[in-house]
């Protein structure tokens, strides 16, 4: 990674795709401009004014730093994005193909020959090659192993092992170990001999005679102790190390709550694999939470913003599917009462309150739980307490707001009979919105599913089919 | 903060909570038998029991990190919080209400007096106090002022000043600078003889007469160059720095885009004001993360998951009466069309599925929108084929979804022309959702308003409006 960072605000990163879009609508006009009028002429002319726009391009991009074009790339519609990617330099691909999003690294990888990605894959570090690897041609990766040494195979082949979302898929091999007999002095020449140093590297690792870490020397330490006291006398032996398969997201929950700037990873025996840095940790989160919000509405990350209309309805239509099977279930429930709705046509108007305002106190019921479950804060023990809050928060919001929706349908019919059975119902389809809104997502965890996605369909669909049912069946009791 | 990490991964941290939960459990059980039982004599035992418990829970409490007793604060009903906060030691209640959320600060506060708590802020920097100073009583803080030194009250009153979201609001004051005119040799002994460096520090900041920062001395530069070269010759001229009214999310984004530990903060004149840290970062990342999802489902972070009912149904108020009045709206224009549903009353029955399945696309064009705003990839230039994309994509999922519907509702009602009014309906009010999916964010957006948390609303109130009035409004011109 470089030291060169010329410009670093979000305002100047705009500036700089301004201008490369700019150039783009300029070598377009030409175009377009040429191809109005013909002739040969004009082609010259083109081709001309092309090549110094395109030059002028290439003069850009090498200004900027690799995650800036990734930032670019993210931002152009795919055929700007494939002339763009074509004037990056070739030594550079590796680096910003790090840097885009799975879905824009794709389609890069799509425009380039076999040739062009194994020079891409060569410039990188064992543990990059592996965080691009999902994206890349098997018959790629094979070549790659084959050209690579056998502790730089090893490497990589252990980082593919691990699945993703884990420590091992996140971790790298570059770190410094050191011996606890020597002085500091000598560890201080060590360093100097090695003239340079990864990033991020805030510690030492201290490692015995089989590569078991026995402690760590953090840099602070070493820079303000006595040099001729021993490695040994300064270390600290109670640090936090993970392993490979521990889980990511607890891993960056330690991050956070230590604030560490890198840990050692390490096997079942305590012999260290490699490290994990808080670069990688804040990507992760970065990455996890817009998945998450994107994942609450039915999309993976397959798409970016200019994915093509195909491939992102494609995107769409598990989410619609589930989403329709439920909405048919819930007409189903209607259509049991049409009898009813005939000869009493305002509870059609005002059956889809209840089960919308059922539906958001629900959503937040679950946003909460969600959250808890996260952070680990939900157990056995203070489950129960949480169902009596929730079913007294709705309880009350019952009350209130069913009466304000009562006086509504009361005065708007004006009939008090109706105004009662809507208040009655939204209390019911509340205290529905409440149980649902704990249980689903409990359930989902203990059944190790991700709550933050499923449950609020299952919610939706069970305080909308409720809300029906309820409403239309105390109408029809009570009412009719 | 400690180097001493005993334990640090999610199932220790779910062990200890565990422990002190049995612990509790244990003591609720006594008082409840000696309640039963009453007398003079088992007041005696009980009062013995409780001690012993408490002392036990007071030696747990001592073993762990100040972040992990935050955690299990947390996941704690208000009765056993209060006890538990009882008996932690008053030296560490400062570092323990800096890692606690929002919520459960405020309840903890709440149950300290002023000599406490001007006791645990004192044992905090002064950053750190300005991170709970919004949850500290008025006069408090005044008192604090009064205690603190000149330097640290400027300090915190700066950092007082600058608003939540803010660089100014994140930044912290422990920094080492140098002159550029000495040599390493000097600036290692300089820190030697500080002894003690601040906690993510990877760099120091060169500065000149004026308290310019005129460039950054990365310590892996200081410990890898010759001795003998100045400050001057190894120096990094060429970094990220931020000034303190710069956007948090904006600077995170430099932070991850560039992998740094740490980052100077300057004011207009490029006079040194303090530093940015991954660790603020990262805490950032995740609080934000968490606060749009809970913003999202219209809830605040003073909510915690043991609130009281009163406080957890006035938290979720304001988000009820907006989706409320939406609902009412939506069911007035179900209400023009009362006469049609009297006849057909079928369309009760299909109309949630356009209105239901228009919201989720919507919401899926919201996801992907907000998203780009986000990140800044969202432009003037690319605004009109992204309109252009998502069109193509509803009109895509409204030929093939539409027929499904269309089909379903021909066979279910044996009616060919219900069918169709159903296909026609479901196609238009995708192309509605995808419209406002891309409008209103960014109109959101444009007026200065997260686009995260309002969009939803306003894009369900429109598909489901649009969607009953196209469906009903169709049936009754073609139907009827």
Redesign the interface.
Known sequence: ?T????N???DN??AH??QV??LL?KMRLVEDLVHKQGGPRQDLVENLVHKQNLAELRRKLETL?P??IA?IL????LDERKLVWDQVKAERDGEILL?VSDSVRESLIRTMDKAELLAAAESLDTDEIADIAPDLPKDVIQELLTTLDAQKRAHLQSALAYPEDTVGALMDFEMVTIRADVTLEVA?RY??R????P????KLFVVDRDDRIIGVL???R????DPEASVAAVM?E???KFHPE??AH?AA???????L?MAPVVDAQGRLLGRLT??A???Y??ES??A???S????TEE?D???S??R??KN??M??SI??AT??I???V??LF??S??KL?????????I???GG??G??T???I???LA?????H??AR??VV?EL??AT??GL??GS??GV?AWLLYDNVALGGVMALAMLLNLLVAALAGIFIPMTLEKMKRDPAIGSSVLLTFTT?SMGFFIFLGLATLLLL
Chains 1, 2 share one sequence.
Request: hydrophobic share 50%.
């Open positions: 990674m030291d060169t960072l010329e670093q605000s979000q990163l705009e795709l301004a879009q700019s609508a730093h995650a800036d930032y993210e931002a152009l519609p840097e201080l360093l100097r090695l003239g340079e140093l990033d991020q590297l805030d953090p840099l602070k070493l820079l303000t102790s600290v109670d640090f936090v521990d889980e607890e929950q330690a991050f956070e709550r230590y604030d700037v808080v670069d940790v804040l990507d989160v970065r939470a817009d998450d919000m994107l609450m509405a039915g999309l798409e913003l200019f994915s209309v195909w992102s309805a769409r239509w989410w619609l989403n329709l909405a048919f819930a007409s189903r209607i259509g049409e009898g709705i005939e046509a305002a509870l059609a108007a005002l059956m889809p309150i089960a919308g305002i958001n106190t959503n937040q679950i946003a909460l969600v959250r808890g952070l680990g804060q939900i157990t023990a203070n307490r949480l809050k007294g928060v009350l919001n209130v707001w304000v929706v509504f909308d």
